[in-house]
């Protein structure tokens, strides 16, 4: 179904650019470019963003449908799926992938040295090999990098200045996720500063989650702290849930979790890196080389409080905190 799906909006794509009042139009004019979003979760979970992306684009000249076309592709949170997905895009004949987060990204890699590659949320991309600078990428690879470890720290602060009695942290992530493992130094030490013990919980697959949970709720812990896999987002209200019955403050990377009813985020804003990606498409598009373009950071990071899950947790947010926050739910 995947494929056939893909199959339909190549040909769409084909009789898109073929329709012309005008008469025939010379085979180089007709090509209509296609975009291919290779996504490691579920299409629910990629649809907010894909909005955004798409707007951006038709901001810069590229209207999905119209002198674009925009397909995509997602691995139903396995990351044993993104080879054989990457690879039937690049046969498929795309001109531009966009990949979300390091496994995808290293599966576009596998595809190809050729087509070009835009990555966002990819962590620390020197580190993990996917490139040879963050100035100038080279090869057929740049986009926007988001080094979460440089937050670790701010996020065990909000966990102290919010629960300051908390003495025992449960740590949610999914260690097949590169960006997750590299974090882990970032929040041991600054547990040992904080004097807090961490307690791990792993899950690489949704059908973990249980067990993991249960894990949590049986561990003592005082709070819940959670980057933000893929794998871990797609789960987001249900994290939420669990944690306000076992009466867990949270603390996450990304702000999806808060307006899903968690208590605490800060991290780069998704929206803004979805569009800061389709910047980088349209010049692709327009002729630029990806190695070419500098890496950059998120341009918007945001703090997220939920006041009406502080409230349900009897618990007292800091002033310091909510004036500082770039969104308060009520």
Known sequence: MRRLTLLVVLVAAWLVACASPAGPVPAAARHVPVVAYLGYTTSDVGAPYLVAFRQRLAELGFADGRNVAVV?????ARYDRLGDLAAGLVRGGVDVLV??????????????ATVPI?????????AYGLVK????????VTGVSSILSDLAPLHLDLLRRTVPGA???AVLWNPTNLAEQRLWGERQT?????GWQLQTVSVSAADQLDAALATIAGGQVDALYSVGDPLILSERR???DFALAHRLPTVFGWREFVDA?????????????????AGYVARILKGARPGDLPIEAPEKYELVVNLKTARALGLTIPPAVVNAADAVIQ
Request: aromatic letters at 4%; proline letters at 9%; hydrophobic letters at 40%.
């Open 72 to 76: 995509e592709q997602y691995a139903e």
């Open 118 to 126: 835009v990555m966002l949320e990819a962590g620390d991309p020197v």
């Open 133 to 140: 600078s963050l100035e100038r990428p080279g090869g057929n």
């Open 261 to 277: 009813g968690g208590l605490m985020a800060y991290g780069p804003s998704t929206l803004a890196l979805y569009r800061h990606a």
């Open 190 to 194: 600054t547990a040992r500063v904080l």
């Open 238 to 240: 249900r994290l939420a």
């Open 167 to 169: 003495m025992r942290v």
């Open 99 to 112: 990949t979300p987060g390091p496994g995808p990204t290293m599966a576009a890699m596998a595809a190809t």
